[in-house]
């Protein structure tokens, strides 16, 4: 078992807010070779600079349409000199930074089918790895539907998109209101795509069973492997806690509402999830999140896994991190606290050669 330290030995932001803590909607975050830590800060569309103590050295970016600016703010990657590649979730555009912050250039980026790609990864530091989503209910119709997500690859340098196929993703439930609008619900239980990129791997896996498909940079199948884990039927107990879970942190009327008329129709995936995220670390290494029912708080459980698919170990992350970056010696993520503040913690890595 790999051990990921509880406590942080670095931690951003503060309730009160000052010299750049007042962290609001990190979605990002990773590490450049001297320590210094980028985050994206989405809120005020930032990218922001922090020494390896967690002090604030710089913001760049800011809300706008021009050179170095975004709409709003996504992921981030790191590129050779520890150039900072910066994604905007609604402008199909990437912008790069210099380590120190200082804005370089933008890169332009063609819709995928239609839709605006959003940054994954880089592979070999210079091919872009991009999603795409469908929507799966052209027809607006009630009951559950299911998006596709699109892979896709194109190189910094300006080079075409090359596809490297379409996935089953989100699971979903539509309900036809009274005055004829929809709602869109998340389905209960519903599986989902993930997708992870390493240096020369971009990592796919579908939860409908535990499968993880490896295409190297030219979107070519290079890697495939199972787990033995048998496919786990949802029950009608699981249903009936899943509604007394969501109402039981639910306080305003509107939403409740909204919740109790959506119980006598909701459908409900067959099966639970056969795991619930993905990542890969510095090393290439595979990290696959074991599925847990949404009541189940707790440290959640990470299965290790080398290219080839051999288990080299698991690793138990810190109650309520939501984690954007495993390094060699650290994992580094999003914890929110009691009132809410947002925090951008690093924990220390402890690996291990005992394999489970």
Do not use: C
Request: net charge negative; charged share 25%.
């Amino acid at each position: 078992m790999w051990r990921i330290d509880s406590i942080p030995y670095v931690e951003l932001g503060t309730l009160e807010g000052s010299d750049g803590q007042d962290l609001a909607r990190p979605w990002a975050s990773l590490r450049l070779s001297d320590g210094t830590i980028a985050v994206s800060n989405a809120q005020t569309n930032e990218l922001r600079l922090y020494s390896p103590d967690g002090d604030f050295l710089h913001a760049a970016g800011g809300s706008g349409a021009g050179p170095g600016e975004f709409t709003r703010i996504g992921r981030l990657a790191r590129t050779i000199g520890d150039t900072i590649v910066a994604s905007d979730t609604r402008v199909p555009r990437l912008s790069l930074f210099g380590p120190t912050g200082a804005f370089g250039r933008t890169v332009a980026l063609e819709t995928v089918n239609g839709r605006s790609p959003r940054l994954r990864g880089l592979m070999h530091d210079t091919v872009g790895v991009y999603v795409a989503t469908r929507f799966g209910n052209p027809d607006a119709r009630q009951g559950k539907a299911r998006d596709t997500v699109i892979v896709a690859m194109r190189d910094l340098d300006g080079s075409p998109s090359r596809i490297v196929g379409s996935f089953p993703a989100q699971e979903k439930f539509d309900q036809i209101m009274s005055n004829g609008g929809i709602s869109m619900w998340e389905l209960p239980f519903g599986r989902d795509a993930h997708v992870a990129v390493s240096r020369d791997l971009v990592w796919v896996g579908v939860s409908d069973s535990y499968e993880l498909r490896g295409y190297d940079a030219t979107g070519t199948l290079t890697r495939l492997f199972r787990v033995d884990e048998p496919v786990v039927a949802s029950e009608q107990g699981q249903r009936d806690r899943w509604f007394e879970h969501q109402l039981g942190g639910v306080e305003n009327a509107t939403l409740r509402r909204m919740y109790l008329d959506v119980r006598d129709v909701m459908e409900f995936s067959p099966n639970l999830p056969s795991f619930a995220g993905l990542m890969t670390d510095a090393d290439g290494h595979v990290w696959v999140q074991d599925y847990a029912l949404p009541w189940e708080a707790g440290p959640t459980l990470w299965r290790v896994f080398d290219r080839d698919g051999r288990a080299v170990a698991q690793a138990r992350m810190p109650r309520g991190l939501v984690p954007h970056e495993i390094g060699q010696d650290y994992v580094m993520g999003l914890w929110i606290d009691d009132l809410g503040v947002e925090h951008i913690r690093v924990h220390a890595l402890e690996r291990t050669d005992e394999v489970p």
